[in-house]
């Protein structure tokens, strides 16, 4: 359930106009909404929780949190107002507060027992801010500070105000007061030179400089795409650099490596995705980080850790280690100089050793807890998390199955106790729940030892229920206004006499008014205000609250007791209290309360093809286009390069790496051959018109050497499509059946010696309406997700009439395949339009050269 808290800077300068007439904070307001929108088009929306925090001083800076609903927050949004000073570090040191109220109550964090990955709350943090100098009532900073003091408890375990699943982005608002006569820049926006960049990199965030709507739009369409489970994990090489990697993919010792040279690869700050279970919605996980320090019963406190744990790598290569059934982690890494050097290196049977400082009892640099390891595609890098000093006990877990059959010597427990002993103590209970599904005996003690003191144990309790106080103190002043300012008291010169408000009378008067008791007009100071009349409550009338049942009125019995009725039996499907013409009377502000219904709905069911790219949800409109590439991040400008384009094993060199270069492709045939085993016969058109990989494709194109060993042998046609065999009735066609399709539905008739008898006939009519049912499927086709062309390229083949118009079809292919992007296909039909051209002209040629003859 990711977290999406927006801090919106609502200090005096956001009150700045742009060219537009707008401010900055009408602006931020706009640029929430529009993110809410562009989320709530992924299904995962539905679990989204949103947090409102501004410029104000704590605790009425929290405007909406934990238990506000989505139509507290949009309200909240909207009565923002610009006013105060540009406190940033005390509203960021908020915000990351309001985030860490609950971690230690759920022990998310885990605290001297290991990081566990899958134990996380992913959370995005958005600022809007202004950019401009940060101040308070000591004056001007220069520098981003945020306070050290926090009120939460337990924060004092973490050296920084951020965990590792927390992120901060920041959208830094430069946008002119006037209109600007340079034409706008395209391209990736850069960061901002403002003081929040720095914050922004440390948490695995980024900052934006906007300067006009275009980029802000663009921006966030960036941010909606960040939405990513995941943790941040410093990844930092020890030892030297590996041997370089020849041409061959064999280490080549004579290429210099340069070890001693800082490389952007040696340090990455990056995310680790942390994928959820397809069928819980959870993410599920095993083993744990270690942490950098060996638990021990003498530590009178916990030693305060990084937010983000260091995970340094050897380049040593090793063999991946696996045996069956032992369970494992694998955590994909977000794309990095780190991943783009490994990938390079193409050795995905090889993998590098990740350790932790200080994790290990007898050694420095601690005992490997997994590896690095390229993917067999060689389309990313996976951290592998296996159990701690894993090519200890993975040796012995194998002998214990293969030759000790489950039951070990003497010299095989000897063994397996010493492992125990390079053990930190909170690996022993993952390790003794991995053993019990591998089937292994019970081989380690019932009596588990976490290696914390009585001391720290007790702290973490008190810490726990300190927390909880604390918890509610800050959410019972969520929503809260803060106190306003007493100003210049005036003395009241108008008569020296007691106020009507601290009257005695008057408050006998309001109690009256409920109910309570009756005014007597003798005891009303009348003279404090001449000329005022205070009008007095009938006695008549009795209050309306129906709090006893003899004050309803008999006019209003029936309707009140099917009320009363509904309320009761609970038959309705609305508020209690609430009946079914009320249910209609629903304020304007919460009509867009889309967010709530969504979490009321059922959960979608699963994909019947996983495999399937989802289609973008657009709202009822076919033709809008998904607007992912717009931006290209700087930090993630490398993703567009080899890393994404890597040769896969088997596959050839693709033809759109060196140069743009059209395929080559043929005249669609009027028959069809079968398809065996998902590939065309060699005589079918597709066979000619495109390879087999075209079926399948998901990547790179048709191969060259392919499409060059193309047949350029054609079915002689004449213009209507078929030659008529001289002195019969027959058309030559090499195919031993006709098909005519529609809606799907194949009509063969199938004819001996490969000739068509002339018993199928096809009339103008018929013509007509089977092409424009293909014209129709056509469009179809064209707007689908992927790159399986071959639905296509039958449907062409299928058209009927001449040569005109196949090409007339087969332009209306094109444009549709432009309208939606489809730069691949259009290749291949503009190809296919060639060859017709060419075609054409060479019967032409022919006939006139028949026609010169015959003179």
Avoid at 138 to 149: S, T
Avoid at 203 to 217: D, H, K
Wanted: proline content about 8%; hydrophobic content about 35%.
């Amino acid at each position: 359930m990711p977290i999406l808290l927006f801090l919106i800077d609502t200090s005096a300068s956001m009150n700045q106009r742009t060219d537009l007439g707008t401010s900055y904070l009408d602006i931020a307001k706009g640029a929430v909404e529009l993110f809410l929108k562009l989320r709530s088009r992924d299904p995962a929306s539905r679990g989204d929780r949103y947090m409102l925090v501004t410029y104000d001083e704590p605790p009425y800076c929290i405007k909406a949190g934990w238990k506000e609903n989505h139509a507290t927050f949009m309200s909240e949004l909207k009565n923002l107002q610009a006013s105060g000073l540009t406190t940033l570090g005390q509203a960021l040191r908020s915000s990351f507060d309001l985030l860490n109220l609950n971690r230690l109550i759920s022990g998310i964090d885990n605290y001297g027992q290991g990081r566990n990955p899958f134990f996380l709350e992913p959370s995005i943090l958005i600022t809007i801010t202004d950019g401009n100098k940060l101040t308070s009532t000591a004056g001007v900073q220069e520098e981003l500070h945020l306070p050290l003091n926090s009120p939460l408890p337990g924060s004092e375990l973490t050296k920084e105000p951020f965990r590792w699943d927390q992120r901060l982005f920041a959208l830094v608002l430069r946008l002119p007061g006037l209109a600007s006569t340079e034409p706008e820049q395209l391209g990736s926006v850069p960061t901002d030179e403002s003081a929040i960049t720095q914050m922004c990199e440390v948490t695995g965030g980024r900052s934006y400089c906007v300067r006009t709507q275009r980029m802000l739009n663009q921006c966030l369409e960036s941010l909606v795409q960040k939405i990513q489970s995941g943790v941040v994990i410093n990844f930092e090489k020890t030892g030297p650099d590996p041997l370089p990697v020849g041409e061959d993919g064999l280490m080549d010792s004579s290429r210099p490596s340069n070890s001693f040279a800082a490389q952007p690869w040696h340090s990455c700050h990056k995310l680790i995705y942390v994928r959820p279970n397809s069928k819980t919605g959870v993410p599920v996980g095993h083993w744990p980080i270690p942490e950098s320090f060996w638990p021990d019963q003498n530590l009178p406190s916990l030693p305060p850790r990084t937010s983000h744990p260091v995970v340094r790598f050897s380049c040593v290569d090793c063999e991946p280690m696996v045996i069956d059934k032992l369970p494992f982690d694998k955590y994909e890494l977000e794309p990095s100089p780190l991943t783009q050097y490994i990938l390079e290196r193409k050795s995905p049977h090889t993998c590098w050793q990740v350790f932790v400082t200080s994790s290990g009892k007898y050694n420095e640099l601690g005992y490997p807890f997994g590896y690095l390891k390229a993917s067999t595609t060689l389309t990313c890098v996976n951290l592998f998390v296996m159990p701690y000093n894993y090519p200890v006990l993975l040796p012995l877990l194998d002998d214990l199955f293969k030759v000790h059959k489950l039951k070990p010597n003497l010299k095989w427990r000897q063994a397996f106790d010493s492992y125990l002993k390079t053990l930190p103590p909170y690996y022993l209970l993952p390790l003794k729940k991995a053993l019990r599904m591998m089937g292994a005996p019970n081989l380690i003690s019932d009596n588990l030892d976490c290696g914390l003191s009585y001391s720290v144990i007790s702290y973490l309790k008190k810490l726990s229920q300190q927390t909880k106080l604390e918890s509610e103190r800050i959410l019972a002043s969520v929503g809260k206004k803060p106190p306003q300012e007493i100003g210049i008291r005036v003395k009241n010169h108008s008569g020296g006499g007691v106020s009507l408000t601290h009257s005695k009378n008057f408050r006998k008067l309001l109690k009256e008014i409920i109910g309570e008791t009756a005014p007597r007009l003798a005891e009303l100071n009348t003279k404090e205000f001449a000329g005022f009349q205070v009008g007095l409550l009938n006695k008549d009338l009795k209050p309306q609250t129906y709090r006893n049942a003899y004050d309803i009125p008999r006019r209003g019995l029936l309707d009140q007791l099917t009320r009363m009725r509904s309320n009761l039996l609970k038959t309705h499907k609305f508020i209690v209290g609430q009946d079914e013409d009320s249910l209609h009377s629903v304020p304007v502000a919460q009509m867009g309360n889309y967010q709530e219904y969504l979490k009321t709905l059922a959960s979608p069911l699963r994909e019947i093809d996983p495999d399937q790219p989802k289609r973008l949800h657009t709202f009822g409109n076919p033709f809008k286009q998904d607007k992912k590439g717009m931006m290209i991040d700087e930090a993630d400008e490398f993703v567009a390069g080899p890393q994404n384009k890597v040769k896969r094993p088997g596959e050839a060199t693709s033809p759109l790496s060196s140069k743009r270069r059209r395929n080559v492709t043929v005249i669609p045939e009027v028959h069809e051959e079968k398809m065996e085993n998902g590939q065309i016969s060699p005589d079918g058109f597709l066979s000619k018109s495109a390879p087999p990989e075209l079926m399948n494709m998901a990547g790179d194109g048709i191969p060259h050497n392919q499409m060059d060993s193309l047949s350029d042998d054609f079915t002689t046609l004449r213009k209507d499509g078929l030659i008529p065999k001289p002195g019969t009735n027959t058309l030559l066609g090499g195919s031993k059946k006709c098909s005519v399709s529609v809606e799907d539905q194949k009509v063969s008739v199938t004819s001996p010696l490969g000739t068509v008898p002339n018993t199928l006939q096809i009339t103008p009519a018929m013509a007509q309406g089977i092409n424009a049912d293909i014209k129709h499927q056509l469009m179809k086709e064209v707007r689908k997700f992927g790159r399986k062309y071959e639905r296509i390229f039958i449907l062409l083949e299928e058209v009927q009439g001449p040569l005109s118009v196949k090409k007339q079809f087969v332009e209306f292919t094109i444009k549709e395949a432009a309208r939606f992007k489809r730069r691949v296909l259009i290749q291949y039909l503009e190809k296919v339009l060639e060859k017709i051209d060419s075609h054409h002209h060479h019967l032409n040629n022919v006939n006139h050269i028949n026609n010169r003859s015959s003179c």
